[in-house]
């Protein structure tokens, strides 16, 4: 067996996966998008099946320490934390004339955290080797990192719409002097 560094990192058909994933990160952020508050929060709750899901398949295939599963796991739900405030900070949002619809407006930084995680994946696969215990533990942290940091931006972008439609409803029931 050849020693990681030696093998291939990627083949085609990943390379092909990444060149759309960042071609759907560069349409969906860089332009404005039209979103239901439901809509919303479908993408979190998907995400956290499929973290739940592939945390589960990663321990069948090489198993970790329960320990460091679980310390990585909250370690990068916790980084998340700050990096989705970021995001949802980062984020515009306006009212539309339908109730519990949004317009995201388009954000650079928003699409540079998401290349910055693909750069930070890209890096941990190169340093370890696939289906290592530590690796596994890390690759699970990176994904709560992300399921938290996608949940707490969509919070904050959410809290945003609310404060918009407050505001409006607000205005709309105070009497003109």
Same mark, same amino acid.
């Given at each position: 067996?050849?020693?990681?560094?030696?093998?291939?990192?990627?083949?085609?058909?990943?390379?092909?996966?990444?060149?759309?994933?960042?071609?759907l990160?560069v349409?969906?952020?860089?332009r404005?998008?039209?979103i239901s508050?439901?809509?919303?929060?479908?993408?979190?709750?998907?995400l956290?099946?499929?973290?739940?899901y592939?945390?589960?398949i990663?321990?069948?295939?090489?198993?970790?320490?329960?320990?460091?599963?679980?310390? =990585?796991?909250?370690? #990068?739900? &916790? $980084?998340?934390?700050p990096?989705?405030? *970021?995001?949802?900070k980062h984020?515009?949002?306006?009212?539309?004339?339908?109730?519990?619809v949004?317009?995201?407006?388009a954000?650079?930084?928003?699409?540079?955290?998401?290349?910055?995680a693909?750069v930070?994946r890209?890096?941990?696969r190169v340093?370890?080797?696939p289906?290592?215990?530590a690796?596994? =533990?890390i690759?699970d #942290?990176v &994904? $709560?990192?992300a399921?938290?940091?996608? *949940?707490?931006?969509y919070?904050?972008?959410y809290?945003?719409?609310r404060?918009?439609?407050?505001?409006?409803?607000?205005?709309?029931?105070?009497?003109?002097?």
């Open positions: 067996m050849q020693p990681y560094a030696t093998q291939p990192h990627y083949g085609w058909n990943t390379v092909v996966v990444i060149v759309i994933a960042v071609a990160l349409w969906r952020n860089l404005p998008q039209k508050v439901t809509r919303l929060f479908v993408t979190p709750v998907l956290a099946v499929v973290v739940a592939t945390v589960f990663y321990q069948s295939l090489a198993p970790a320490p329960v320990w460091e599963v679980v310390a =990585a796991l909250v370690v #990068g739900a &916790l $980084a998340g934390v990096m989705g405030l *970021l995001r949802g984020s515009n949002v306006r009212a539309t004339d339908r109730a519990n949004m317009i995201l407006e954000s650079w930084q928003t699409f540079a955290i998401y290349a910055g693909f930070v890209y890096l941990l340093l370890f080797p289906f290592s215990p690796g596994t =533990a690759g #942290g &994904l $709560a990192f399921a938290a940091m996608i *949940l707490v931006s919070y904050a972008i809290m945003k719409y404060a918009l439609e407050t505001r409006a409803q607000f205005v709309a029931e105070t009497p003109a002097v």
